[in-house]
């Protein structure tokens, strides 16, 4: 199985949106509406933060937004903070009862 | 609070076998709530999904990995396990350990361990 594809970096500015798209195929992302998003800083464990597209587990922020259309699964974070500057990872279940990961999304907080 | 801890060798040659035991605290392996999995990170490189073992201990591989990786689970030392076959420098990373938890129809990775450098070297 390939790795989602996601851009490599994205920047904003503090109070800003930002999305970072997530694309697979018609046996991953598009076959299915189980993508979830993990927020990881350097050095630490990923953090859960969506879930079936776009729900989020209790206690993770609502700046923090997933959509999906197609083949491509969006993750959106609003109103920036320096907090929130991290590597992001999409994840698709595929057909073969398997997961895959994305590239990983380096965000910087400008 | 659920605390999960990757132990094992930090450094295995190639061609040996790669083991690792994540201890489960806080929470019990044979809970049929859960699954269990692991994760893996090359330095400097993105996450790989290795594979994902249930409490019944039905299991799920990478395709790419699955002729070399075994996951166990041992109710009786509320542990699970990971072992590769014959590794190569390649599979020098970082070794995650998470639950997986039910979150609408499926099991998603909600909870992780700290993780564990294993570096494979001649």
């Known amino acids: 199985q390939s790795a989602l594809t996601q851009p490599a970096s994205v920047s904003g500015s503090p109070g800003q949106s930002i999305t970072i798209s997530c694309t697979g195929t018609?046996?991953?992302?598009?076959?299915?509406?189980?993508v979830s998003w993990y927020q990881q800083h350097p050095g630490k464990a990923p953090k859960f933060m969506i879930y079936?597209?776009?729900n989020r587990p209790s206690g993770v922020s609502n700046r923090f937004s997933g959509s999906k259309s197609g083949n491509t699964a969006s993750l959106t974070i609003s109103g920036l903070q320096a907090e929130d500057e991290a590597d992001y990872y999409c994840s698709s279940y595929t057909t073969s009862s398997t997961w895959v990961f994305g590239g990983g999304t380096k965000l910087t907080v400008l | 609070q659920l605390q999960l801890q990757e132990s094992g060798p930090g450094l295995v040659k190639t061609s040996e076998t790669l083991s690792l035991t994540c201890t489960v605290s806080?929470?019990?392996?044979?809970?049929?709530?859960?699954?269990w999995g692991w994760v893996r990170q090359p330095p400097g490189k993105g996450l790989e999904w290795i594979g994902s073992i249930s409490y019944s201990e039905s299991t799920h591989y990478n395709p790419s990995l699955k002729s070399a990786v075994t996951l166990s689970v041992d109710t009786s030392k509320n542990h699970f396990s990971l072992k590769v076959n014959s590794v190569t420098a390649a599979d020098t990373a970082v070794y995650y350990c998470?639950?997986?938890?039910?979150?609408?129809?499926?099991?998603?990775?909600?909870?992780w361990g700290r993780g564990a450098l294993v570096t494979v070297s001649s």
């Open positions: 998470a639950r997986l938890s039910r979150w609408g129809d499926l099991y998603y990775f909600d909870n």
């Open positions: 079936d597209v776009s």
């Open positions: 018609s046996s991953d992302v598009g076959g299915y509406n189980y």
């Open positions: 806080g929470g019990s392996v044979s809970s049929s709530n859960y699954n």
